[in-house]
């Protein structure tokens, strides 16, 4: 991984020698932020002159009681400039980003720094102390106020302990529900049109940061307090019994979490947004050749439900083979064993009706690599006994789901669980997961995770609707790759979906399920059906199965949240372009001008005249396009357009 820096400015200052009022403003000038210590640490920022938010009551409280560190004032500061790119290692949006901010660390009076940046798409601000001793986190404060007529789209939970899969509410700031806690990412729509998302990254020995209303048009921040000490886990959930009175014991020599304000004019400019992975701290692994991005096919989502087959399908050794003879011969490059290869508390149980040293030697010679899926407390405490078993069967990765918590025990266990599987180059995937805060960039194999409301909900609800899927692009999607699970071709319109949850369906027609792998980010792209559906829609499987995991570049097209989205992404010399509808029907002009000279073939798959009644329905077309081309979309209600772009001729 490359990184270049220019550092342009640097010095330091005392405060005696200016106003109390600190001016900080982004590289290309359209973001300020005004910085006091009137009342503690509090900033207002501004995006082209216009107010958009403030923040206050912005401290680190390590003692009890806090009055010292809740009354520090800034005694100087030290400004600067960087501009660098960044490679890296996984290319989820693109090959090179640009990291390019402006710079203020102010020294406290009670001895902390207080770090804040400006970037031209967001503001991020962390504290970092220097002690040379444990120190115990009572809280961490943050108050963060908007204005009349800002609304947000959000995730709610009632306690910390939450698997990060509802669906997104929408209401205004000021109407979101006292009751509730809302977990990150929150996207907050001001009235003068201006986006924000709130994240953070660089999340590390320390809690997730929630948020949850305060009076009036305020969020303030939240945490999960640390587990008691002695807690241990009990229930069918593995929940944890008993709290302390503070959030993180951790090392005071150290850098806290960034907070992150995404900021953006209009939807199109989140998409590309990259701040997590800015900011995140760089890479721990020094050889990252190993990391394979690319799809899996699974056997659980399905339920298995292959047929035209001499043998019983289920959980057993002649059914895994299927999978893996349909992965090698489709160019799939993973078979993930889902729920049911093994017992859930005791993960070197194996189901007896599986022949793994069997199974193993013939994924080998049928070049497919190998996953599993763990439940994460066994997991926890059988790790040495897992990894030895693991490594003996060649297993290339894993996936560890249900811990459904971020106190700082778990935010400990997602690190434990990068470093200890890239240690063994192996791949990981989190579900039942908190949102991607930056690990990702630390630990590149890790390679996706959940937390999002995914594809497998359409088992047991209507969620999971075009609607939302042109929601996660503009909120989920801006803190890291989704492991949604796209591409199914049991595709369902509005009138005939119904929750089964033995044969699940998607909402939306097929081209819309297609595009879905251009628009959804992860470098580990899951699919859900059976081999057997598969096989009997060659012609779609076929162009399905080319999309790539990885891109170069991406270019936005068409950008509303909950309405439509229109994405255009490069892989090598391939461009492929993908747009969703939600239940509206929509007509789209396609611009071309983002193609290098040159005459393009164009394979694209369109909505078929009767896709809003039977969703299966599409169209495969060709044409020869160049750059100053534009083309006419029209989507059925929930409907899409997929295409791929092959360079012919100069």
Same mark, same amino acid.
């Given at each position: 991984?490359?990184?270049?820096?220019?550092?342009?400015l640097?010095?330091f200052v005392?405060?005696?020698?200016y106003a109390?009022?600190? &001016?900080l403003?982004?590289?290309?000038g359209n973001?300020?932020v005004?910085?006091?210590?009137?009342?503690g640490?509090s900033?207002?920022?501004?995006?082209?002159? +216009?107010y958009?938010f403030?923040?206050s009551d912005?401290?680190l409280?390590?003692?009890?009681?806090? +009055?010292?560190?809740?009354?520090a004032?800034?005694?100087?500061?030290?400004?600067?400039s960087?501009?660098?790119e960044?490679s890296?290692?996984i290319?989820e949006?693109?090959?090179?980003i /640009?990291?390019?901010?402006?710079?203020?660390?102010?020294?406290?009076? @009670?001895g902390?720094?207080?770090i804040?940046r400006?970037y031209?798409?967001? %503001?991020a601000y962390?504290?970092?102390?220097?002690?040379n001793? +444990?120190?115990?986190?009572?809280?961490? @404060?943050l108050k963060?106020?908007? !204005?009349?007529?800002?609304?947000a789209w959000?995730q709610q939970?009632p306690t910390f302990?939450s698997?990060?899969?509802g669906p997104?509410?929408?209401?205004?700031?000021?109407?979101?529900?006292e009751?509730?806690?809302?977990?990150?990412?929150?996207?907050?729509?001001?009235?003068?049109?201006i986006?924000?998302?709130?994240?953070e990254s660089d999340?590390t020995?320390?809690?997730?940061?929630w948020?949850s209303r305060?009076?009036?048009? /305020?969020?303030?921040?939240?945490?999960?307090?640390?587990?008691?000490?002695?807690a241990t886990?009990a229930?069918?959930?593995?929940? &944890? @019994?008993?709290?302390?009175?503070?959030i993180?014991?951790?090392?005071?020599?150290?850098?806290?979490?960034?907070?992150?304000f995404?900021?953006?004019?209009?939807?199109a400019q989140?998409?590309t947004n990259?701040?997590? *992975? &800015?900011?995140?701290?760089?890479?721990?692994?020094?050889d990252?050749?190993?990391?394979?991005?690319?799809k =899996?096919i699974?056997?659980?989502?399905?339920?298995?439900?292959?047929?035209?087959?001499d043998?019983?399908?289920?959980?057993?050794?002649?059914?895994?083979?299927?999978f893996?003879?349909f992965?090698?011969e489709?160019?799939?490059?993973?078979?993930?064993?889902?729920?049911?290869?093994t017992?859930?508390?005791?993960i070197?149980d194996?189901?007896?009706?599986?022949d793994?040293?069997?199974?193993?030697?013939y994924?080998?010679e049928?070049?497919?690599?190998?996953?599993?899926?763990l439940?994460?407390?066994?997991?926890?405490k059988?790790?040495?006994e %897992?990894?030895d078993?693991?490594?003996?069967?060649?297993?290339?990765?894993i996936k =560890?789901?249900?811990?459904?918590?971020d106190?700082?025990e778990?935010?400990?266990?997602?690190?434990?669980?990068a470093e200890?599987?890239?240690?063994?180059?192996?791949?990981?995937?989190?579900?039942?997961? *908190?949102?991607?805060?930056?690990?990702?960039r630390?630990y590149p194999? %890790?390679?996706?995770?959940?937390?999002?409301?995914?594809?497998?909900?359409?088992?047991?609800?209507?969620f999971?609707s075009?609607a939302?899927?042109?929601?996660l692009?503009?909120?989920?999607m801006?803190?890291?790759?989704?492991? *949604?699970?796209?591409?199914?071709? @049991?595709?369902?319109?509005?009138?005939?979906?119904?929750?089964?949850?033995d044969?699940?369906?998607?909402?939306?027609?097929?081209?819309?399920?297609?595009?879905l792998m251009v &628009?959804?980010?992860?470098p580990?792209?899951?699919?859900?059906?059976?081999? !057997?559906?598969y096989m009997?829609?060659?012609?779609?499987?076929?162009?399905?199965?080319?999309?790539?995991v990885?891109?170069? /570049?991406?270019?936005v097209?068409?950008?509303?949240?909950?309405?439509y989205?229109?994405?255009?992404?490069?892989?090598d010399d391939?461009?492929?372009?993908? !747009?969703?509808?939600?239940w509206?029907?929509r007509?789209?002009?396609?611009?071309?001008?983002?193609?290098?000279?040159?005459?393009?073939?164009?394979?694209y798959?369109?909505?078929g005249?009767?896709?809003d009644?039977?969703a299966i329905?599409?169209?495969?077309?060709?044409?020869?396009?160049?750059?100053?081309?534009?083309?006419?979309?029209?989507?059925a209600?929930?409907?899409?357009?997929?295409s791929?772009?092959?360079?012919?001729r100069?």
């Open positions: 991984m490359n990184y270049y820096l220019i550092i342009i640097a010095f005392s405060i005696r020698s109390k009022e600190l &001016i403003t982004s590289p290309g973001i300020k005004l910085i006091n210590d009137q009342e640490i900033f207002n920022v501004l995006y082209n002159s +216009q958009i403030s923040a912005i401290s409280i390590l003692k009890d009681p806090p +009055q010292k560190e809740l009354a004032h800034i005694k100087k500061f030290r400004k600067f960087v501009s660098g960044i890296p290692v290319s949006k693109f090959k090179s /640009t990291d390019h901010y402006n710079e203020m660390e102010i020294n406290l009076s @009670n902390y720094i207080f804040i400006a031209n798409n967001g %503001v962390r504290f970092r102390t220097r002690l001793e +444990q120190v115990t986190v009572r809280r961490e @404060n963060l106020h908007f !204005s009349a007529g800002d609304s959000f939970s302990r698997p990060y899969e997104y509410h929408h209401s205004s700031v000021s109407d979101m529900p009751h509730k806690m809302f977990s990150l990412p929150v996207y907050i729509h001001k009235n003068n049109g986006k924000i998302i709130l994240l999340l020995d320390y809690p997730g940061l948020f305060g009076e009036g048009i /305020t969020l303030n921040a939240d945490f999960a307090p640390h587990p008691a000490l002695n886990l229930g069918k959930d593995k929940s &944890i @019994n008993g709290e302390e009175k503070l993180a014991i951790t090392n005071g020599n150290r850098n806290y979490p960034w907070r992150i995404a900021i953006a004019e209009n939807d989140l998409l990259q701040l997590v *992975y &800015i900011l995140a701290d760089t890479c721990r692994i020094k990252t050749q190993w990391i394979k991005p690319g =899996v699974l056997d659980w989502w399905a339920k298995r439900n292959i047929y035209d087959i043998f019983k399908a289920g959980i057993n050794t002649e059914t895994a083979k299927y893996i003879d992965a090698s489709s160019g799939i490059e993973y078979f993930l064993f889902d729920y049911g290869w017992n859930n508390d005791n070197l194996i189901n007896p009706d599986l793994m040293n069997s199974i193993v030697r994924a080998e049928k070049n497919v690599m190998l996953l599993v899926w439940y994460w407390s066994a997991f926890e059988q790790m040495p %897992v990894f078993m693991l490594e003996k069967w060649n297993i290339k990765g =560890v789901d249900f811990m459904n918590r106190d700082q778990m935010v400990n266990f997602y690190h434990k669980a200890e599987t890239a240690r063994r180059k192996m791949i990981i995937d989190f579900h039942g997961a *908190y949102k991607p805060a930056g690990l990702r630390m194999n %890790v390679l996706t995770r959940e937390a999002l409301l995914a594809y497998e909900y359409n088992g047991w609800t209507e999971d075009p939302h899927h042109n929601i692009p503009y909120v989920r801006v803190a890291g790759p989704m492991d *949604y699970i796209p591409g199914t071709f @049991n595709n369902a319109s509005k009138k005939y979906f119904k929750p089964v949850d044969f699940p369906m998607s909402q939306g027609t097929r081209a819309h399920s297609i595009a &628009i959804f980010e992860s580990l792209q899951m699919i859900p059906d059976a081999p !057997s559906d009997k829609e060659k012609e779609c499987f076929d162009f399905l199965s080319t999309i790539p990885e891109w170069d /570049t991406t270019v097209l068409g950008a509303k949240l909950g309405e989205t229109a994405l255009a992404r490069k892989h391939m461009w492929y372009i993908g !747009s969703i509808t939600n509206d029907p007509d789209i002009t396609i611009n071309l001008d983002f193609l290098d000279e040159g005459i393009y073939l164009m394979e798959m369109e909505d005249k009767n896709a009644n039977r329905d599409f169209q495969k077309k060709y044409m020869e396009v160049t750059r100053n081309n534009t083309i006419n979309v029209h989507m209600s929930g409907g899409g357009w997929v791929r772009l092959i360079r012919l100069d």
